[in-house]
Nanobody, 124 residues
Framework: QVQVVESGGGLVQVGGSLRLSCWVS????????MGWFRQAPGTERKGIAC????????SYADSVKGRFTISRDNAKSTLYLQMNDLKVEDTAMYYC?????????????????RGQGTQVTVSS
């Protein structure tokens, strides 16, 4: 059973920064593309950043492009999301998920969600 543990969320002011982390158990991490997804109350969960299994290809939603950076450390089985210049509208629960190798541009959680997520709240 694959475990996914997201961390790093918190309360931050507008313009601030946070770095999210996502650890995946087992030895499968570098076999999969990965992605970050977020869900605000009353909205659908959407992909905001995805990265290929090697880290060479990334994709971003327009809403975060230029402010967020996705990266991965395959040796540590860990995915990261550096979030800068945070806005109130970035407030949401953030999840990571495995992504199919052909789904990096579409940024879809092809294998579902296994973690509890981490809450990011941006205050004005």
């Amino acid at each position: 059973q694959v475990q996914v543990v997201e961390s790093g969320g918190g309360l931050v002011q507008v313009g601030g920064s946070l770095r999210l982390s996502c650890w995946v158990s087992g030895s499968i991490f570098d076999d999969y593309a990965m992605g970050w997804f977020r869900q605000a109350p009353g909205t659908e969960r959407k992909g905001i950043a995805c990265i290929s299994h090697s880290g060479s290809t990334t994709s971003y939603a327009d809403s975060v492009k230029g402010r967020f950076t996705i990266s991965r450390d395959n040796a540590k089985s860990t995915l990261y999301l550096q979030m800068n210049d945070l806005k109130v509208e970035d407030t949401a629960m953030y999840y990571c998920a495995l992504v199919g190798r052909s789904s990096v541009q579409a940024c879809t959680a092809d294998f579902g969600f296994r973690g509890q997520g981490t809450q990011v709240t941006v205050s004005s």
